[in-house]
């Protein structure tokens, strides 16, 4: 067990060290759910293959949490090595692909409730320049207006966590909505809602038609 734990902890965002001795058959592409059973019977490479598959999806959400690169990837990959850890615990109820997203989401909440994090990270968030497609009526030429990104992330802020939340998360890429409803715990018709109401609020203080 040891060993296995070392192996998974070597993992990384981008740089992923695979057992040559272990790795799952390439003849077919294995499904999420044969890969899972692979790693309870102690195949640590089959986890490998499952963090190739969907560590971009754990850290965007965690980039949509916390704003902040470094951030993101330290709570993307311990919510990988958790997710390695308690693969036990994995009922299947969602994908496992959505079950790290919510491990990653978990995290970054506990994180941004620090008090040391809220002083030193008032960056901005990356995925609130998306949002600029969403909001302006010509992005291109927006977004080359600082004054109107500061405008933007001033008003971004100034929403209600929940709305802020499913705004950014909906911005981050590559998450489905099912996905960030599990992760925020909510059903997803009142995540497209959170959304929609984000949205015509940002457009009303940006003084643009809804």
């Known amino acids: 067990m040891p060993a296995l734990k070392a192996s998974i902890e070597r993992v990384t965002l981008r740089h992923l060290e695979r057992d040559a001795q272990g790795c799952p058959d390439q003849s077919r592409r294995m499904t999420d759910g044969e890969l899972v059973e692979q790693v309870r019977a102690g195949e640590t490479a089959a986890f490998g293959e499952l963090v190739e598959r969907h560590r971009g999806a754990v850290y965007r959400a965690a980039l949509a949490a916390l704003g902040n690169e470094a951030d993101a990837?330290?709570?993307?990959?311990?919510?990988?090595?958790?997710?390695?850890?308690?693969?036990?615990?994995?009922?299947?109820?969602?994908?496992?692909?959505?079950?790290?997203?919510?491990?990653?989401?978990?995290?970054?909440?506990?994180?941004?409730?620090?008090?040391?994090?809220?002083?030193?990270?008032?960056?901005?968030?990356?995925?609130?320049?998306?949002?600029?497609r969403d909001v302006s009526p010509s992005p291109e030429a927006r977004v080359q207006s600082a004054q109107f990104i500061k405008t933007v992330e001033k008003e971004i802020r100034r929403l209600s966590p929940k709305l802020r939340d499913a705004l950014l998360l909906a911005a981050a890429g590559d998450l489905t909505q099912d996905e960030i409803a599990a992760a925020l715990n909510i059903p997803a018709a009142t995540f497209r809602?959170?959304?929609?109401?984000?949205?015509?609020?940002?457009?009303?203080?940006?003084?643009?038609?809804?």
């Open 73 to 132: 990837e330290d709570i993307a990959q311990e919510a990988l090595v958790l997710a390695f850890r308690r693969i036990d615990q994995f009922r299947g109820d969602a994908s496992i692909r959505t079950w790290m997203i919510s491990i990653a989401w978990r995290l970054s909440m506990s994180r941004r409730r620090r008090v040391w994090w809220k002083v030193t990270r008032t960056a901005v968030q990356e995925t609130e320049l998306q949002v600029l």
């Open 193 to 210: 809602g959170r959304v929609r109401d984000a949205r015509l609020r940002l457009k009303e203080r940006l003084g643009q038609e809804p």
